[in-house]
């Protein structure tokens, strides 16, 4: 049958359009940032287990939707962009259907995975549809439309979803992304019904994935059941890292020789794309895994509910939006390598204020270095995506924003689980150093601990209550210190990213590009821009 090419949508259609487009993108983005929100809430209700194990909920999440980008882009090839999206949701919904009726742990995981796949499965094909709509003119403020749905899930989803997790219920959040996700495939079907488009029949590189697959996932697995599964004594997690070892040579031989590689590894060959991609993952890595840990401790350890927890996030917001655009017109005028080694500087400075935290009972020692946050949070990725596609051309400049996309994307969860190991490995530490300290061990004259109890013991208080209770109090200033090991450890890391970005070439752009080159430049940002 021929393809029927309908003409673009105009008047309230075209209006309809774009709020289903939009609302589409923002439930994907929004159940990444929310659900740190309600991790708690979750563990909780879930068996009772650790938190931590429900962090693989997150990670695992952002694994699945990095790996479905890329067959979302080439499902869309053989079966048209349309249908893909509603069969995207449509799985979607199922699964967010059953995250909410979990009751174990396992049921609930695997919820997350193929919800995670699904939101892959629509990133690049939302991008698609929106520009496929907008005649040429009005390509760009298409994109800049598009910057928004991107930014508003990750100005509202920590609050917003730490208010559901109080006070609604964290399952209320999953049974809302059945309701919107029905209303998305229902719109979107009825908009483009009998929408012809371009059959192409381009090879996808399977057994590329597969290998990607089982090293990405391999990595994590080690990472979300180290600490747990006490590393290489358990011999499943051997077997994993065998694994790993065996498939990772095997990939990058077997994409050398592939002429339609899922990662296109031949892209860093170029210097500028190399050690911009390694500023991003390392950059990306640190920074997720350390808002992740914040969230999480802030309710475990300071008591915070999760609205008050993401409410603590939200300052990053008032300079991080205007800092987006303002970076933008600086990357045409100055080299960028000074733009992103500034930038990192400030990054450095910024987490090592934060790595001074130490009164939990103190909002503001929070609130003002996370507005500083969002200044930088801001000015970190336009800088790098012009350092890494600027001696690109062509086709190049997609492939790179998708490679450099997915090495984020699964950055982002291998940092989120190794900043829990870094807070896990420096907890003991602390606690042990605290207790010596303030136990009279170090030096018996200076024996706060023991002198308070006694003082406690002679005012009638029972013996083990007030042992608990310090306890409780050495645990959590000992919790403390290792979160601020984990923010000191990621500002000296960005220290030397500020001194690794000038081994790059220096760039400069034209003051007035092409429409061409503008367009591609700004859907690689939108790309690389999502806040995962």
């Known amino acids: 049958m021929q393809a029927v090419f309908s003409k673009p949508l105009r008047g309230w259609h075209f209006i309809l359009f774009n709020i289903t487009l939009g609302l589409g993108h923002i439930l994907v983005m929004f159940n990444a940032g929310s659900y740190v929100a309600l991790l708690p809430h979750v563990a909780g209700d879930l068996e009772g287990v650790l938190p931590s194990f429900l962090t693989w909920a997150q990670t695992d999440f952002m694994i699945a939707l990095a790996l479905g980008i890329p067959i979302g882009r080439t499902l869309s090839d053989r079966y048209g962009h349309t249908r893909v999206f509603v069969v995207a949701f449509l799985l979607y919904a199922v699964a967010s259907y ?85 209303v998305v495939v229902g719109f979107m079907g009825s908009l483009l019904y009998g929408r012809g488009f371009p059959r192409r029949r381009t090879r996808f590189d399977f057994v590329g994935f597969f290998l990607l697959a089982v090293i990405l996932g391999g990595i994590q697995t080690l990472l ?156 970190f990725f336009t800088p790098l995506t012009v350092l890494m596609l600027h001696r690109l051309s062509g086709v190049q400049i997609i492939r790179a924003a998708e490679t450099a996309n997915l090495l984020r994307i699964s950055a982002g969860a291998f940092g989120i ?28 004259s200076f024996d706060v601990l023991g002198g308070f109890s006694t003082k406690l013991n002679g005012a009638g208080l029972d013996a083990a209550m007030v042992n608990g209770k310090l306890l409780a109090l050495v645990r959590q200033y000992a919790g403390i210190l290792a979160m601020s090991d984990a923010f000191l450890l990621a500002s000296s890391m960005f220290m030397g990213l500020a001194a690794l970005v000038w081994l790059a070439y220096p760039t400069y752009l034209p003051l007035y590009p092409s429409r061409d080159e503008e367009l591609k430049e700004m859907r690689s940002e939108a790309l690389l821009e999502e806040p995962l």
Not at 417 to 440: D, I, K, M, S, W
Request: charged share 15%.
């Open 98 to 182: 059953i995250g909410a009726i979990s009751q174990t742990h396992w049921e609930f995981l695997n919820a997350r995975i193929v919800q995670g796949f699904a939101g892959g499965l629509t990133i690049f094909l939302s991008q698609d549809m929106l520009l496929k709509e907008y005649p040429a003119r009005l390509k760009s403020m298409g994109l800049a439309i598009w910057g928004l749905f991107t930014i508003t899930p990750f100005t509202i989803g920590l609050p917003v979803g730490g208010w559901i997790a109080d006070d609604l219920g964290w399952r209320y959040l999953f049974y809302m992304d059945v309701v919107l996700s029905l």
């Open 417 to 444: 689980t190794y900043q829990e190991v870094v807070h896990f490995r420096r907890l003991p530490f602390h606690q042990l150093h605290l207790a010596n300290h303030f136990g009279g061990r170090q030096f018996a």
């Open 224 to 379: 979300n059941m180290g600490n747990d599964f006490d590393w290489l004594d358990s011999p499943f997690l051997r077997g994993v890292l065998i694994v790993v070892i065996v498939a990772l040579p095997c990939f990058i031989i077997w994409e050398f020789g592939e002429r339609h590689p899922i990662l296109d590894l031949r892209l860093f060959a170029d210097r500028n794309f190399t050690i911009g991609v390694i500023c991003l993952v390392v950059g990306f890595f640190s920074i997720q895994g350390l808002l992740t840990l914040l969230i999480v401790q802030l309710q475990l350890l300071m008591g915070y509910s999760s609205l008050l927890a993401g409410m603590a996030l939200l300052p990053m917001v008032f300079l991080g939006a205007p800092m987006i655009a303002l970076m933008h017109e600086l990357s045409k005028r100055f080299d960028v390598r000074m733009l992103a080694s500034l930038n990192f500087l400030g990054f450095a400075l910024t987490l090592y204020w934060i790595g001074q935290y130490d009164d939990p009972h103190s909002f503001d020692q929070i609130f003002w270095p996370m507005l500083l946050e969002g200044l930088f949070l801001g000015s």
